[in-house]
């Protein structure tokens, strides 16, 4: 059984796809290393201890959940306000995921099950860029676990890196600085559509304007805000482009 399994792994290391799945991911790849390096800091000044915070990384694996529910943590604000706010942050992914299905949907349960783990904002917009059309491909899985398995390396290592070396590095080399400026490369990356550029606008104006309110809260408002937002434009978009075909269908 092992070496049905050597042999299996040899075979996807050795297809053309996976090798470009990891390809794609080195452009994102340095900025992922540093949010990771970043978030495994921050656990442990926040207090966490190291094994809960390897822990924390390996099976959340989500840098802006992990971000957001920090603060929490340190102010001990409520179990529900933390479970809300890690939510929210994440609600991106249902979306992600009613999108996987139109590639993944034949896939066994298990195997969607773990697509749904190792699935990321780069992962998909990379995804989405290489398989614009959304019907099953023979070369889309390999390319998928390339991707992923590149992402996830970019990011645990640096963040169980940070963990373990938490108490060993300076203030004074600027992390949290780092941090941001990688979160808003990969940011800037995926704003490709008048949508998402109105949804991002439209989170910085939340939370600026709800700084004041306490655990947090700030992010939660600004989160709820963009989703709305984008919604929003979405649903203006497809009323426009329905009402553009039927006024265009009596001339045709």
């Known amino acids: 059984m092992s070496g049905a399994r050597a042999a299996l792994l040899r075979e996807w290391l050795a297809n053309p796809w996976t090798r470009l799945g990891a390809r794609d991911m080195l452009a994102t790849g340095l900025g992922i290393a540093a949010w990771g390096m970043v978030t495994g800091v921050a656990m442990v000044k926040t207090g966490l201890p190291a094994p809960l915070a390897v822990f924390m990384s390996l099976v959340v694996y989500a840098g802006s959940a992990q971000l957001a529910v920090l603060p929490l943590l340190a102010a001990g604000a409520p179990l529900w306000v933390i479970w809300l706010t890690a939510a929210c942050v994440n609600l991106r992914f249902v979306i992600f995921s009613s999108m996987w299905r139109s590639y ?120 709820v805000a963009a989703v709305a937002a984008g919604l929003g434009a979405e649903a203006a978009a497809r009323a426009l482009h329905r009402s553009r075909q039927r006024a265009q269908g009596p001339a045709a």
């Open 104 to 223: 993944f949907a034949h896939l066994p349960r298990w195997h969607r099950l773990w697509l749904g783990y190792f699935s990321g904002d780069v992962i998909f917009v990379a995804f989405l860029k290489r398989f614009p059309k959304a019907e099953p491909a023979p070369e889309q899985v390999p390319y998928f676990w390339g991707s992923a398995a590149s992402n996830w390396l970019a990011w645990q290592v640096p963040s169980i890196a940070g963990i373990v070396l938490a108490n060993a590095i300076p203030l004074s080399w600027g992390l949290g600085f780092a941090g941001v400026l990688a979160l808003l490369g990969i940011l800037l990356s995926m704003l490709g559509d008048r949508t998402s550029w109105l949804a991002t606008l439209v989170a910085c104006t939340a939370a600026i304007a709800a700084f004041a309110l306490p655990l947090k809260l700030n992010i939660l408002v600004a989160i």
